[in-house]
């Protein structure tokens, strides 16, 4: 994902300044957790059209995504119940 983006022309975010940022909240970050923020940054710059055919490209690669990051592909398990909204007071006390 994040070479696709550097190739997209989009800002990456480098794991050094990501791991700076975390340094008082999570000093000892992973280098997968680094590089799972970076790839959170870059996916807010994608458009529509770039994330489809992001995910085009992953699907191509025989990659499994655990169900649990569906959003990253834009689906929802059936599993997953969408929230209830949260209901108001028909009065106020």
Known sequence: MLDYAQEQGKSVPSAGSVRKSLEQVLPSASDVTIDFLRAN???????ETERTELVEHIESQRVSVSPRYAAARDETPDWIKAPVEQQTP????
Request: aromatic fraction near 0%; hydrophobic fraction near 45%.
């Open 90 to 93: 028909l009065e106020t006390p």
């Open 41 to 47: 940054a870059v996916s807010a710059q994608l458009d």
